[in-house]
C-alpha cells in the first residue's frame, strides 16, 4: 500500500512504497479508438531514455495526495494515488524517465529494479490510454 508522504518530508527521510498498482480506471466510458491512441500503442517499447509529456487532451487534479486523469477526447477518468500522483508530477517537471527514476528513489524506499519496472510499465500504460505522448521518438 503506498505511503502519503508530507512534502517537508520527502527529501530527507525515504518511505518505503509499493507501485504495482499506481494507477486505475476510475469511470470508463466507451469510445473508439482514435488514430493518436493507435500511433501510441504502436510505439510503446519505452526506454528509461524515453521523454515524454501530457497529451493536450489530459486534464490532471490533484485531491489531497491523489489525483484524477481525464482523456477529453475518450471521456474516462484514471485515479492515480500518492505515488502514482508524484510520477505524473515528476514527469510533467522532467519528462525523461530516467530523470524521474532517479528523482523518485531520492524520495522514497525503493530498490531501482521494482521502481523502473513498475514506471515503464505505468508510462507504457499511460501513452496507450491517450494521457500522454512520446517526445521526439
Known amino acids: 500500500h503506498a505511503a502519503s508522504v508530507p ?4 527529501l530527507n527521510r525515504p ?12 469511470v470508463e466510458v466507451p469510445y473508439t479508438e482514435d488514430a493518436a491512441h493507435i500511433e501510441c500503442l504502436d ?5 528509461l531514455n ?3 509529456a501530457a497529451s493536450d ?15 477529453l477526447k475518450t471521456g474516462v477518468y484514471y485515479g492515480l494515488d500518492a505515488v502514482g500522483t508524484r510520477a505524473w508530477q515528476l514527469v510533467g517537471e522532467h ?10 528513489l531520492d524520495e ?27 517526445v521526439g521518438k
Open 43 to 47: 510505439a510503446m517499447a519505452l526506454t
Open 108 to 134: 522514497y524506499d525503493v530498490d531501482r529494479a521494482s521502481l523502473e519496472s513498475d514506471l515503464l510499465a505505468l508510462a507504457t500504460e499511460w501513452c496507450s490510454h491517450g494521457l500522454c505522448t512520446v
Open 15 to 26: 518511505q518505503p512504497i509499493q507501485i504495482a498498482r499506481l494507477h486505475r480506471v476510475a
Open 57 to 71: 487532451d489530459t486534464l490532471f487534479r490533484q485531491l489531497d495526495s491523489e489525483a484524477v486523469l481525464l482523456n
Open 50 to 52: 524515453d521523454s515524454i
Open 7 to 10: 512534502t517537508a518530508v520527502r
Open 95 to 104: 519528462r525523461v524517465l530516467g530523470r524521474v527514476i532517479e528523482m523518485m
